[in-house]
T-cell receptor, first 110, second 114 residues
Framework: KQEVTQIPAALSVPEGENLVLNCSFT??????LQWFRQDPGKGLTSLLL?????REQTSGRLNASLDKSSGRSTLYIAASQPGDSATYLC?????????FGKGITLSVRP | DAGVTQSPTHLIKTRGQHVTLRCSPI?????VSWYQQVLGQGPQFIFQ???????GRGNFPDRFSARQFPNYSSELNVNALLLGDSALYLC?????????????FGPGTRLTVT
């Protein structure tokens, strides 16, 4: 059974700091991994998708890496801003479903 | 182009009642998946449908059922509601069922059971 872990559950950083969010998964037989952002009470916004054959993806200030063999992914956020405050979820895709972690709630202090 | 749409946005039901949630996928997408997100947790997979057939089912009781229509829209039905069914219900669509295809999520339906 696939399990996805995100630690810590919450993180608070000052504005401007570069930060890394970690995600680990137990079964390396995945098609892809996605990082999502979720604002309180809202749906999911896809940030980055990395196919299993890829090592990383970049979008603006975000960079996500994937090491499938070790079951790890990181989301790097450069020059964090208060508007980045949200919950960040990673999810791995195998067969018909996505398996999600519980998310990391990020707070960026002005 | 319109994204995934869900209705209603919010609803409140009483224990024991039945509820129907609706989802319209992105135009051209033939696969719809449903997820339940309880407060403080990540979304949990409920169902996947493709071409009107169930292609995957998560670990949910038989009170949960779904169907997909010829226009690829979908309904999620929950019978005999329990307090624990209170959650955000998310619908996602994709071109097909292959894991290579990205799933795009709708805004969700917030269900409160009292």
């Amino acid at each position: 059974k696939q399990e996805v872990t995100q630690i810590p559950a919450a993180l608070s950083v000052p504005e401007g700091e570069n930060l890394v969010l970690n995600c680990s998964f137990t079964d390396s037989a995945i098609y892809n991994l996605q990082w999502f952002r979720q604002d309180p009470g809202k749906g999911l916004t896809s940030l980055l998708l990395i196919q299993s054959s890829q090592r990383e993806q970049t979008s603006g200030r975000l960079n996500a890496s994937l090491d499938k063999s070790s079951g790890r992914s990181t989301l790097y956020i450069a020059a964090s801003q208060p508007g980045d405050s949200a919950t960040y979820l990673c999810a791995v895709r195998a067969n018909s479903k996505l398996t999600f972690g519980k998310g990391i709630t990020l707070s960026v202090r002005p | 182009d319109a994204g995934v749409t869900q209705s209603p946005t919010h609803l409140i039901k009483t224990r024991g009642q039945h509820v129907t949630l609706r989802c319209s996928p992105i135009s051209g997408h033939k696969s719809v998946s449903w997820y339940q997100q309880v407060l403080g947790q990540g979304p949990q997979f409920i169902f996947q449908y493709y071409e009107k057939e169930e292609r995957g089912r998560g670990n949910f009781p038989d009170r949960f059922s779904a169907r997909q229509f010829p226009n690829y829209s979908s309904e999620l039905n929950v019978n005999a509601l329990l307090l624990g069914d209170s959650a955000l219900y998310l619908c996602a669509s994709s071109l097909a069922t292959s894991g290579a295809y990205e799933q795009y999520f709708g805004p969700g339906t917030r269900l409160t059971v009292t």
